[in-house]
């Protein structure tokens, strides 16, 4: 990230930069940083009005929730296969995996059961007891053809397409079980930056760090008091600053805070402050 200022030799159009209190210009690694375009060669991408609200991971973790995923877009795709470009083959490939994934859980249930049962029945059988009836054998479901490994890959990608067409809106997402939750962020009332200050090359480097909520921030703006009051010292996008101000040769108490912003707006609270000695 760079400051940007009226006088900077930047293209004004540049999807980049970033303007307000402070204007900046963001680089590649930067969160939000738009690359070049493609060749002309390449088709244009159709534009789309997409929720930039963070969301959640739409694959369920559990293997039950997983499976009935599976079985929703199974049972609602049809529907939906003509505006999403949906191909029978599609359709059917991904009906395979629903069923196969469900009945390897359902033959994983009986594996279970049946293993309890003669657990018990061997303890009884050693120790004695009354025997009643002994545990049966089988029960398992009826078979289905076997796919390949590599369920959720192929879950994942056709949802991906599915996203990218012009008629997926969040809407058909939820119908088909692949849009994940909206993400409500930390509370803001309470959430701030946490500064570790560290003394190393005759450099003070200002530890911080997203606290895993880098999805809800833009970047943070760090001020020094070098003994004459608060100061803007910068704006950063990547965990970890190095203030490479020379420190005096009679040393001196540098105190820093710092605060997460979102666009032009700081948000949550300043961050606890933090001092240390340096010297030349």
Same mark, same amino acid.
């Given at each position: ?133 002994? #545990? ?12 390949? #490994? ?131």
């Amino acid at each position: 990230m760079k400051p940007a200022s009226w006088d900077s030799n930047f293209r004004w159009n540049d999807p980049n930069l970033r303007w307000g209190s402070p204007s900046y210009l963001l680089e590649p690694g930067d969160p939000g940083y738009v690359p070049d375009p493609p060749p002309a060669s390449f088709p244009p991408a159709k534009p789309r009005k997409r929720n930039n609200m963070p969301k959640a991971d739409f694959i369920k973790g559990a293997d039950d929730p997983f499976a009935a995923q599976l079985n929703l877009l199974k049972n609602n795709i049809g529907g939906y296969a003509a505006g999403l470009n949906i191909s029978a083959p599609q359709m059917a490939a991904q009906a395979a995996d629903a069923d196969y994934f469900t009945y390897a859980i359902a033959v994983q249930a009986v594996c279970r059961n049946c293993a309890e049962q003669w657990t018990g029945w061997k303890d009884l059988m050693r120790d004695g007891g009354d025997p009643g009836l002994a #545990p049966g054998t089988g029960g398992f479901p009826p078979a289905v053809p076997a796919v390949a #490994p590599g369920i959720e890959a192929r879950f994942r990608e056709l949802a991906r397409y599915m996203k990218a067409q012009s008629g997926y809106t969040p809407s058909v997402g939820e119908a088909l079980g692949i849009e994940g939750s909206v993400q409500s962020g930390p509370d803001m009332s309470a959430f701030r930056p946490l500064l570790t200050l560290r003394f190393e090359g005759g450099q003070v480097i200002v530890g911080w760090g997203w606290q895993g909520q880098a999805k809800f921030l833009d970047l943070i703006e760090i001020h020094v008091d070098r003994g004459s009051g608060y100061v803007l010292l910068a704006y950063d996008t990547t965990p970890n600053y190095t203030d490479t101000t020379p420190p005096p040769a009679g040393g001196a108490k540098w105190t820093y805070k710092a605060i997460y912003r979102v666009g032009d707006h700081r948000v949550g609270q300043w961050s606890d402050e933090a001092s240390i000695s340096v010297a030349a």
